[in-house]
């Protein structure tokens, strides 16, 4: 279990961490739970199939307050870990602040899915339920905005932050700590609804990405920027599945007679070769990013040192 330094392997420590963030995202989850069983009670009692999926997604307050929960649930465990087990503080972790970076990557996420949309819809994959002009905003717009907050937070605290950075501070090699955390977020969407080979592909793809961006930015922000606008943006502005989830866009979409191939079919635009290519363009636009923000550092730094 340890390495020739008496320090706890990475590989335990993550696997430790994943456990324990499994069972607090129950324990968390609970309330929310809780919440729904009472209010479909009628219904159990009068012995009426409930569908769990199709009942939260009459209370989606509720879903938030269940599967938010779970979320919070993984950002607590993750930072009881790093604090208390690595001996890292939030800022160790990639937790330095970048208004620049996290613009950049709420910016990046949200083109990027809105280029997918209209390439799709410009060569016929996609048709539009409702227009541009009359927009579906429900209470799953707001709901869902604060979710996907919280997934973009937690999932880039967890597989970036605490996996990458457990496996740098080993002295494990970059190609594999860019391979680990890639593979484990795969995998953790390994059992979502209507998952596909080509989607969890996708999602070690743009898991590369995201180390990439933290990598380059040497901070979180740029890659949870881009998380929370991707997944938003995807399912609650332009209503795709969002890796499977029920989409509750402002905008709907009917993917039916369209190119699976293409549209990533009932899992989402993750599923889809269209997203592949945004994923790839993606590196570039970090690549450009990272290269302009060392090249505007360096004058600053010239300055301090003549001083």
């Known amino acids: 279990m340890k390495n020739d330094k008496g320090q706890i392997r990475a590989g335990w420590l993550i696997l430790l961490a994943l456990v324990a963030m499994l069972i607090a995202q129950q324990i968390f989850s609970l309330p929310g739970a809780m919440l729904l069983f009472l209010y479909e009670l009628p219904a159990l009692t009068s012995s009426v199939e409930i569908d769990i999926l199709q009942a939260y997604d009459g209370h989606p307050w ?103 950075s457990t496996m740098l501070s080993r002295g494990n090699p970059k190609w594999a700590v860019y391979l680990v955390s890639a593979v484990v977020f795969s995998l953790a969407h390994g059992l979502n609804p209507n998952v596909s080979w080509l989607g969890l592909l996708n999602i070690v793809f743009v898991g590369v990405l995201f180390a990439y961006m933290f990598l380059e930015t040497d901070n979180l922000w740029l890659p949870i920027g881009y998380h929370m606008t991707w997944n938003y943006f995807q399912g609650n502005v332009f209503g795709f599945a969002v890796s499977g989830t029920t989409p509750n866009g402002i905008y709907n979409v009917s993917i039916e007679g369209g190119n699976a191939w293409l549209t990533g079919g009932a899992f989402g635009l993750e599923g889809g070769l269209a997203a592949t290519l945004l994923i790839l363009i993606g590196f570039a636009a970090t690549w450009v990013y990272g290269r302009k923000k060392r090249m505007s550092a360096r004058p600053a730094a010239r300055v301090e040192s003549d001083l």
């Not at 930072?79 to 970048?98: A, M, P, T």
């Not at 994959?125 to 409702?130: A, I, L, T």
Request: glycine share 10%.
């Open 62 to 164: 509720l879903y938030v307050l269940t599967q938010g929960g779970a979320v919070v649930g993984s950002i607590v465990v993750t930072y009881i870990f790093w604090r208390f087990v690595n001996k890292g503080s939030l800022r160790s972790l990639g937790f330095r602040w970048s208004f620049a970076d996290f613009a950049y990557g709420l910016f990046l996420g949200a083109a990027s899915i809105t280029v997918i949309f209209l390439l799709l819809l410009a060569t016929g994959n996609v048709s539009m339920v409702n227009s541009f002009s009359a927009p579906a905003f429900s209470a799953y717009t707001v709901a869902f905005l604060v979710m996907y907050i919280l997934v973009g937070l937690s999932e880039e605290m967890f597989f970036r932050g605490y996996v990458m």
